[in-house]
């Protein structure tokens, strides 16, 4: 079982729609959980960062986290073209050194 | 505040020459970095995880005497591709580590001809 899984896509939602984006992590131990983008061509930005169960607003973006179910989600309110991108799951690895990264989601908005 | 740095952003060179690439924190101290390889439409590659002061850690089947690595400060990493080849023609990204978020560089992208 990989250590962190993401369905690779591609998901398709229509400009304005909510993008929902789903990771699954193997590590029960595991206390933070971090969404990155990648545009093509581009390196990764951290776009957030989730601790504790429950939801975190950052604007049109919203992290979930469920550590019993071993899930974290990312909502994207009213996507937009400039959404379009690879949404990368990380968690931290064991021992919390380096950062176990899923394969990525990639997202296409269509105008 | 958290902003990494690399140069070069592209480099072309021959094959059989060596390349180095600067990796910077800019407004932190890093005591980790790490370096990391994407070849088109692929996912991320850790090559290995360079340390301040010590020695890297490198990922298996990553060459440690082809890849050479140097942490010289708490702001600078470098990566060396040694003899390079056409195969080495890669998107190299470095990052660094601020508690426990990793915040990338911008990457170089390397042709090796």
């Known amino acids: 079982q990989k250590e962190v899984e993401q369905n690779s896509g591609p998901l398709s939602v229509p400009e304005g729609a909510i993008a929902s984006l789903n990771c699954t992590y193997s590590?029960?131990?595991?206390?933070?959980f971090f969404w990155y983008r990648q545009y093509s061509g581009k390196s990764p930005e951290l776009i957030m960062s989730i601790y504790s169960n429950g939801d975190k607003e950052d604007g049109r973006f919203t992290a979930q986290l469920n550590k019993a179910s071993q899930y974290v989600s990312l909502l994207i309110r009213d996507s937009q073209p400039s959404d379009s991108a690879t949404y990368l799951c990380?968690?931290?690895?064991?021992?919390?050194?380096?950062?176990?990264f899923g394969a990525g989601t990639r997202l296409f908005v269509k105008a | 505040g958290a902003v990494v740095s690399q140069h070069p952003s592209w480099v072309i060179c021959k094959s059989g020459t060596s390349v180095k690439i600067e990796c910077r924190s800019l407004?932190?101290?890093?005591?980790?970095m790490f370096w990391y390889r994407q070849f088109p439409k692929q996912s991320l590659m850790l090559m290995a995880t360079?340390?301040?002061?010590?020695?890297?850690?490198?990922e298996q089947g990553v060459e440690k005497d082809k890849f050479l690595i140097n942490h010289a400060s708490l702001t600078l990493s470098t990566l060396t591709v040694t003899s390079a080849h056409p195969e080495d023609s890669s998107f190299y990204i470095c990052?660094?580590?601020?508690?426990?978020?990793?915040?990338f560089g911008p990457g170089t992208r390397l042709t090796v001809l």
């Open positions: 590590d029960r131990g595991s206390q933070s």
């Open positions: 990380a968690v931290p690895g064991a021992g919390g050194f380096k950062t176990i």
């Open positions: 360079s340390n301040e002061g010590s020695k890297a850690t490198y």
């Open positions: 407004d932190f101290q890093a005591t980790t």
């Open positions: 990052s660094a580590r601020l508690v426990d978020e990793q915040f």
